[in-house]
């Protein structure tokens, strides 16, 4: 299976490197049919093309079994028209990645900030919502009627809902049996009642998983104060954007927080984080979020594919992470630990032989 591996901008070429060394690892020891294709996009892209997404690459995208995306600096990119594109939105919108998954748990032995552990995954809609970059057929979603006023447009439609919704239920089935719905119908009564319309109806097709509602600023609160209820969280994509680094961070880090971006046909494996320009080439990067990020690619390619040896790949990873971020001695910088990108990396691929051995 071909991975198409784009490094990205900032700390994206260290994690992309210490994701490809993990794959490469678990691609040893259990003989996996794994063939790596790393791309330039990002800044680096922009000076040799002129462009940070090429339209090769996009193509190259089309074509790849998976994707793995580092971060890319998209407050530093020009304007579109002078070649600044937005790969993360660009291939969410170009490869309808409708499903962005992102899981965020405590782990034994590692402090974590909110006052229950927590075991919970945030899908999010990917495709609409208040993102100006994809809400119009031509234009964007951000107006400027006058100098002093400014309008956003928020786009929700049935089948977006419907298809999240779903996605949510469908993960549900296979873990805790919960799906909490996030949403703000108090005041956004027809968009968030149109959302809250299809996430019932996907409720009743599946009557084995329980079903519940929070509005989002009371969502904000219980992630802190008791986020152990809370399973399965189905929202639109800017709720599910701002949730999922608060309960990424609760965890422990922002630097924890794995997800995949999914559609009918492809999967991108991405950190939730961005491209950290703070810490960029020094080695201080956890690339925690991209290696458990690349392992829930292959676990969904190993599904799609009904390929038990890939998901098995992904399940050595996910522990022997786990197994790491146990010992103060062998976590990163972020979490208070002595080890840098590269030196992390190395552990864990130790941790790995150990549990393929
Ligand atoms: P950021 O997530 O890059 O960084 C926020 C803070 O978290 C920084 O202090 C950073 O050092 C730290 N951090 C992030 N990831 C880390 C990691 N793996 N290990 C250790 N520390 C980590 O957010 P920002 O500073 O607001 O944005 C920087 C750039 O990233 C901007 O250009 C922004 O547009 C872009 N961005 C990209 C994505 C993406 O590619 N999906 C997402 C968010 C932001």
């Known amino acids: 299976m071909n991975i198409l591996v784009l490094p990205g901008d900032g700390i994206g070429p260290e994690i992309t490197d210490?994701?490809?060394?993990?794959?490469?690892?678990?691609?040893?020891?259990?003989?996996?049919?794994?063939?790596?294709?790393?791309?330039?996009?990002?800044?680096?892209?922009?000076?040799?093309?002129?462009?940070?997404?090429?339209s090769s690459v996009l193509d190259a995208c089309r074509r790849a079994d998976g994707i793995i995306l580092g971060p890319v600096s998209t407050a530093a990119y020009p304007p579109r028209t002078e070649g600044g594109i937005n790969a993360s939105a660009e291939l969410r919108i170009q490869l309808d990645l409708f499903a962005n998954v992102r899981p965020s748990r405590t782990r034994d032995g590692l402090p974590h900030w909110g006052r229950t552990p927590m075991d919970l995954v945030i899908v999010r809609e990917n495709t609409e919502g208040f993102y100006a970059d994809r809400n119009m057929h031509r234009g964007s979603g951000e107006l400027m009627p006058t100098p002093d006023l400014a309008l956003s447009i928020r786009k929700i439609s049935a089948f977006a809902s419907s298809r999240i919704a779903h996605a949510a239920f469908e993960l549900a089935a296979a873990r805790r049996r919960h799906v909490t719905a996030v949403h703000k119908s108090n005041v956004l009564g027809v968009t968030e009642g149109l959302f809250l319309r299809e996430v019932r109806a996907a409720a009743k097709v599946h009557p084995g998983v329980a079903y519940d509602e929070q509005l989002v600023d009371s969502m904000a609160a219980l992630l802190v104060r008791d986020a152990a209820r809370f399973d399965v969280i189905?929202?639109?994509?800017?709720?599910?954007?701002?949730?999922?680094?608060?309960?990424?961070?609760?965890?422990?880090?922002?630097?924890?927080?794995?997800?995949?971006?999914?559609?009918?046909?492809?999967?991108?494996?991405?950190?939730?984080?961005?491209?950290?320009?703070?810490?960029?080439?020094?080695?201080?990067?956890?690339?925690?979020?991209?290696?458990?990020?690349?392992?829930?690619?292959?676990?969904?390619?190993?599904?799609?594919?009904?390929?038990?040896?890939?998901?098995?790949?992904?399940?050595?990873?996910?522990?022997?992470?786990?197994?790491?971020?146990?010992?103060?001695?062998?976590?990163?910088?972020?979490?208070?630990?002595?080890?840098?990108?590269?030196?992390?990396?190395?552990?864990?691929?130790?941790?790995?032989?150990?549990?393929?051995?």
């Open 18 to 54: 210490a994701a490809m060394r993990v794959l490469e690892r678990v691609q040893q020891a259990l003989a996996l049919d794994l063939s790596f294709d790393v791309r330039e996009i990002g800044l680096t892209s922009l000076q040799s093309s002129g462009t940070t997404l090429p």
């Open 234 to 357: 189905a929202t639109t994509n800017m709720f599910g954007d701002i949730l999922s680094d608060e309960a990424a961070e609760l965890s422990g880090s922002l630097g924890l927080a794995a997800s995949i971006n999914f559609g009918e046909r492809h999967c991108m494996a991405q950190a939730q984080h961005g491209s950290a320009p703070d810490i960029a080439g020094r080695n201080k990067a956890n690339p925690t979020s991209l290696i458990l990020s690349a392992a829930m690619l292959i676990d969904w390619l190993g599904r799609r594919h009904d390929h038990a040896t890939l998901t098995a790949a992904a399940r050595i990873i996910e522990s022997s992470v786990d197994a790491l971020l146990q010992r103060p001695s062998t976590r990163t910088i972020d979490l208070g630990g002595p080890l840098g990108t590269r030196e992390f990396t190395s552990e864990l691929c130790k941790a790995i032989d150990a549990g393929t051995l």
